[in-house]
């Protein structure tokens, strides 16, 4: 708005220059005398100024004459492409200029007169691996991804311009959803640049939802060896795909490669939860229960986990509840105070029936961090303890409305996930799970939630707030049930 309203106030005040200019001319008495040959010629003011624009043009021809006589005599000395320089040299600054002119068209979002700046250079400069860019981009800008595709097909025709067009048709089927010829197309400027790190990401995400594990390491390795990517994040990620190579391994019927792979995974990223816990099942089916403790306990002390709690409990399956409690201290024993270890002794004291631990192990979490795993927990407590099912069944309501709880989360659109999986369901992104509490939206209580304590009896009980219901198992606590089972 600004620099619209300074051109303006600049064009009037040349205009009233130029307009007082020209009355003082015709106003004025004086004028220019001129001799030529004894005859005297005068000229008024403004005819002067006239003189003077037709002898700057006059000039002007002279030059260009002048410049087209030498490039002829060059011609006749024998220089067979004098002529045409000449005339080359008019024609490539008409096509640069056009050139740079569709360039800002371009960068000023003017798709319409970037083509047919390109066009017009095209005409003029004969290289269609400058202008043919311009026009792909700016067709592209248009939403004209047919004469787009045609542009980046003529790029890819050339070696110096093949990658700007193979990259460019890639990144179009990415947008048409189209993965596999993406996937083919990302696969083929790899090798063209394997530098480019934009490629290598796409590269990777694409393997990555095909579960191509194995050449998604090859990308990965790539990304290492160029640079582009600091060491401890690829030896996490590189562990992820292990896992889930051992994963497809294990699917295939290849139970020792899948427990070698694990067990590989873990050792590379011995926080990679999924890992450690298939690399442990994978030392329980070699008769090596006490690496699968040690693994176990490694995994726990980095972040405790239900699915660890889960591996920890099939080493030995057959215990009674007295003695996996006994078992378990050696996991327990680690990080104390840590909210899951709190709940896992809850759930083991539950399945010993000695409630008044099970109650003491849940402590405060009922105020601090209360979800619906701590509510359906305190319910089984109450129940153990002989409450009125009304006291009970006031818990089990207020976990109607609770928060979920740790769930893994994916990092890029917080989507929610039963299990861990190396590419997130909804977005499609490569490693981003996180267990983690879920983001609460407002909007999720249901309708007349508040009130569901007072209706199935609720009184004495104030426990705060969830999304998911506990399974009615909590409600009987067995003891021979696994005391990792409602995690």
């Known amino acids: 708005?600004?620099?619209?309203?300074?051109?303006?106030?600049?064009?009037?005040?040349?205009?009233?220059?130029?307009?007082?200019?020209?009355?003082?001319?015709?106003?004025?008495?004086?004028?220019?005398?001129?001799?030529?040959?004894?005859?005297?010629?005068?000229?008024?003011?403004?005819?002067?100024?006239?003189?003077?624009?037709?002898?700057?043009?006059?000039?002007?021809?002279?030059?260009?004459?002048?410049?087209?006589?030498?490039?002829?005599?060059?011609?006749?000395?024998?220089?067979?492409?004098?002529?045409?320089?000449?005339?080359?040299?008019?024609?490539?600054?008409?096509?640069?200029?056009?050139?740079?002119?569709?360039?800002?068209?371009?960068?000023?979002?003017?798709?319409?007169?970037?083509?047919?700046?390109?066009?017009?250079?095209?005409?003029?400069?004969?290289?269609?691996?400058?202008?043919?860019?311009?026009?792909?981009?700016?067709?592209?800008?248009?939403?004209?991804?047919?004469?787009?595709?045609?542009?980046?097909?003529?790029?890819?025709?050339?070696?110096?311009?093949?990658?700007?067009?193979?990259?460019?048709?890639?990144?179009?089927?990415?947008?048409?959803?189209?993965?596999?010829?993406?996937?083919?197309?990302?696969?083929?400027?790899?090798?063209?640049?394997?530098?480019?790190?934009?490629?290598?990401?796409?590269?990777?995400?694409?393997?990555?939802?095909?579960?191509?594990?194995?050449?998604?390491?090859?990308?990965?390795?790539?990304?290492?060896?160029?640079?582009?990517?600091?060491?401890?994040?690829?030896?996490?990620?590189?562990a992820v795909l292990a896992l889930s190579e051992a994963k497809d391994i294990l699917d295939s019927g290849k139970s020792i490669e899948a427990r070698e792979a694990a067990i590989a995974a873990n050792k590379a990223s011995p926080d990679l939860i999924p890992a450690a816990c298939m690399a442990a099942r994978g030392f329980v089916a070699e008769g090596r229960p006490k690496n699968a403790v040690r693994l176990l306990k490694k995994a726990w002390a980095v972040q405790p986990h239900p699915d660890l709690a889960a591996a920890f409990a099939e080493i030995v399956p057959n215990e009674t509840p007295s003695e996996r409690l006994r078992r378990f201290q050696q996991l327990?024993?680690?990080?104390?105070?840590?909210?899951?270890?709190?709940?896992?002794?809850?759930?083991?004291?539950?399945?010993?029936?000695?409630?008044?631990?099970?109650?003491?192990?849940?402590?405060?979490?009922?105020?601090?961090?209360?979800?619906?795993r701590v509510l359906a927990i305190m319910a089984a407590v109450e129940r153990g303890e002989g409450a009125p099912d009304a006291v009970v069944r006031g818990w089990l309501a207020k976990a109607l409305t609770a928060p979920r709880g740790p769930h893994w989360v994916c990092d890029n659109c917080n989507n929610i996930h039963s299990e861990w999986t190396p590419v997130c369901d909804n977005c499609g992104a490569f490693d981003t799970l996180s267990w983690k509490s879920p983001p609460q939206s407002d909007s999720s209580m249901p309708a007349g939630a508040e009130m569901l304590p007072l209706l199935v009896g609720g009184a004495g009980v104030t426990p705060p707030v969830t999304t998911d219901p506990m399974d009615a198992e909590v409600m009987e606590p067995d003891s021979t049930r696994n005391p990792s089972a409602t995690t």
Not at 211 to 233: E, Q, Y
């Open 1 to 238: 708005m600004l620099w619209s309203l300074i051109k303006i106030v600049i064009f009037v005040v040349l205009v009233a220059a130029l307009t007082l200019g020209a009355g003082y001319l015709m106003e004025s008495t004086g004028g220019v005398q001129i001799t030529v040959a004894g005859t005297e010629y005068t000229l008024g003011p403004l005819q002067s100024v006239l003189a003077a624009l037709a002898l700057l043009v006059i000039v002007w021809v002279l030059f260009k004459l002048v410049s087209l006589l030498i490039a002829v005599l060059h011609f006749l000395n024998g220089d067979e492409t004098a002529l045409s320089r000449h005339f080359d040299r008019n024609r490539e600054r008409k096509g640069y200029e056009a050139l740079s002119e569709g360039l800002m068209a371009l960068a000023s979002g003017e798709g319409r007169v970037a083509m047919a700046k390109a066009s017009k250079a095209e005409r003029y400069l004969h290289k269609p691996e400058l202008t043919d860019l311009i026009t792909a981009q700016a067709a592209e800008m248009n939403g004209d991804r047919t004469k787009a595709e045609q542009a980046y097909k003529r790029l890819v025709q050339r070696d110096a311009t093949r990658f700007v067009g193979v990259r460019g048709i890639m990144k179009q089927k990415l947008a048409q959803g189209d993965n596999d010829t993406a996937l083919k197309l990302a696969e083929r400027a790899f090798a063209l640049k394997p530098k480019h790190e934009e490629v290598q990401d796409i590269l990777l995400k694409l393997q990555a939802q095909r579960s191509d594990w194995a050449g998604a390491r090859k990308t990965l390795s790539a990304k290492l060896k160029h640079g582009n990517l600091p060491r401890d994040v690829h030896k996490r990620r590189d």
């Open 332 to 372: 327990t024993a680690i990080q104390p105070e840590h909210r899951e270890t709190r709940l896992l002794l809850a759930e083991l004291n539950l399945a010993a029936e000695d409630f008044p631990a099970a109650r003491r192990a849940v402590g405060d979490l009922v105020e601090k961090e209360p979800d619906t």
